[in-house]
């Protein structure tokens, strides 16, 4: 199963994108998804999760209240609506999944399936 992730691009700060992050090869519809960023010269950093039903959201604090993560199963896909954009949130942007809910969903070794990146650039 591989991921897909796409949505990046060029917005100006207090712009909203919405990413999306798709399977192909299979299917992965009741797994836990998390999104990771990794800004220029920076380590990759958690921002956001989803639980295997839904049911539960975590956030970054640096993103809370801005960015907004849902799942659709029927679609098998995961989507991060990043709304307020700001410089800092500069980042290629990486979906995965994990088959089971993490302990600790900020954890990138929890999550066994990672899409290749899609790069957020946020004007000033």
């Known amino acids: 199963v591989q991921l897909q992730a796409s949505g990046g691009g060029l917005v100006q700060a207090g712009g909203s994108l919405r990413l999306s992050c798709a399977t192909s090869?299979?299917?992965?519809?009741?797994?836990?998804w998390g999104w990771f960023r990794q800004a220029p010269g920076k380590e990759r950093e958690f921002v956001a999760a989803?639980?295997?039903?839904?049911?539960?959201?975590y956030y970054a604090d640096s993103v809370n209240g801005r960015f907004t993560i849902s799942r659709d199963n029927a679609k098998n896909t995961a989507n991060l609506q990043m709304n307020s954009l700001k410089f800092e949130d500069t980042a290629v942007y990486y979906c995965?999944?994990?088959?089971?809910?993490?302990?600790?969903?900020?954890?990138?070794?929890?999550?066994?399936?990672w899409g290749q990146g899609t790069l957020v650039t946020v004007s000033s």
């Open positions: 090869g299979g299917t992965l519809s009741y797994y836990a």
């Open positions: 989803i639980s295997r039903s839904g049911d539960r959201r």
């Open positions: 995965a999944a994990a088959r089971f809910n993490p302990v600790d969903a900020a954890t990138e070794a929890a999550y066994g399936y």
